[in-house]
């Protein structure tokens, strides 16, 4: 009887349209505008040179540091500024403009001048701010070093002249992570927990007050429990078949790198619609409520779930995390979106296992709950 239910069941979810849509469909269309959203960021994009004003004051340091200046705009690959020589009029109509990202001067030392109204070139801004901070200490450093001992002048200026690097560079995971693939994270998590729509609809079609279904099956020869446990079975193998046909299509089709370890991603992936089953199973069981009530409190379970975990804020989780961390211990979402994020970014897999456990425990928290609702329930009256 086990094998009947389990292949009806199936059978019915691939019948549901709706099912199909929000499992398979749904994430698919989101993944592919995720994909076009972010399409156009690379780590690896080239810097360009940032246009400056440079006004030069009547000194006798003015060709030492114009000399300088034009070394660091000298057109090629390795060119730092784009320098405009005017004066302090033009150049302050420039940065008014916003044609330029700030106006050096040149009076011995370098002061800068920016625009805090030029809110989209912050990196600029600051990368000059170091850059004029770092010239003055230089040139200050020499000039203290030139009028107290001279012989020295030579080493220092050779000292200050080299570029060392004392970090190194390494990388503990074949994964390229960046900042947009949180987004698929959740994107996966969101479609696992999608599961919750099937498993709710199993526990209200198993429950004789709440449909006609689960009035008949409550007279029905079939055990209750070995009827649930097939609807449940089949629900799992469908949902982890949709998220693998999901996962499949965003690294394939739109090339979203979830590392090497293609095997723990999928078990998580199974992890996580087997919470997301449960989750619906144990929200369907509870109270008498319609089905398009519990519905729409399961959403928004769902939801709210991912907007904690960052599906819409991508920086979100980290004020969760500050000021109420034990939600990130606790929300589906946000452990299997950790999941695949500890697969990226960690050399170990203590992290991962350690939500793949949570996540599992949550599962049989919700599923034992469940169990125990509907039995009492199967033979309610209508």
Not at 33 to 41: I, S
Not at 93 to 101: N, P, W
Not at 226 to 248: D, G, H, K, P, R
Not at 293 to 319: D, E, H, Q, W
């Amino acid at each position: 009887m086990f094998i009947h239910s389990f292949y009806y069941a199936l059978k019915t979810m691939l019948r549901n349209k709706s099912q199909v849509f929000w499992c398979l469909a749904f994430p698919i269309l989101l993944g592919t505008m995720f994909h076009f959203a972010f399409g156009g960021l690379s780590a690896d994009e080239q810097f360009s040179a940032i246009p400056v004003a440079v006004v030069l004051n009547d000194t006798k340091n003015n060709d030492i540091i114009t000399d300088m200046l034009d070394t660091l705009s000298a057109p090629g690959e390795n060119q730092f500024l784009d320098i405009t020589y005017t004066d302090e009029t033009e150049a302050l109509s420039l940065l008014e403009q916003k044609a330029i990202i700030g106006i050096l001067y040149a009076e011995g030392t370098l002061s800068l001048t920016i625009s805090a109204e030029m809110t989209d070139e912050p990196i600029n801004q600051s990368i000059l701010s170091v850059f004029v901070e770092q010239f003055n200490m230089s040139y200050e450093a020499l000039a203290d070093i030139a009028a107290t001992h001279p012989e020295a002048l030579p080493d220092a200026i050779s000292t200050i002249a080299e570029d060392t690097d004392y970090l190194e560079e390494a990388s503990f995971t074949n994964g390229d992570f960046n900042e947009s693939l949180t987004y698929f994270f959740n994107l996966i998590a969101m479609t696992c927990l999608y599961a919750a729509i099937v498993g709710n609809n199993i526990a209200i079609d198993n429950q004789a007050n709440l449909s006609s279904l689960g009035a008949r099956r409550s007279i029905s020869p079939v055990h209750g429990l070995v009827s649930v446990f097939a609807s449940l079975t089949a629900a799992l193998i469908f949902e982890f078949t949709s998220v693998s046909v999901s996962l499949c299509y965003l690294h394939f089709i739109l090339s979203v790198n979830f590392g090497t370890q293609s095997g723990y991603v999928l078990f998580a992936a199974l992890i996580g619609c087997l919470t997301g089953i449960s989750l619906g199973f144990f929200i369907g069981c509870v109270g008498q409520l319609r089905r398009e009530t519990k519905f729409g409190i399961l959403m928004a379970v769902i939801m709210i779930g991912c907007l904690l975990s960052g599906l819409m804020v991508g920086n979100i989780r980290m004020y969760v995390e500050k000021f109420c961390p034990l939600l990130n211990r606790i929300n589906p979402a946000a452990l299997i979106s950790d999941s695949l994020y500890a697969l990226t970014v960690y050399p170990s897999h203590e992290r991962y296992f350690t939500n793949i456990a949570t996540l599992f425990l949550l599962s049989l928290c919700f599923s034992f709950a469940g169990f125990i609702l509907v039995r009492r329930k199967k033979y309610a009256s209508i």
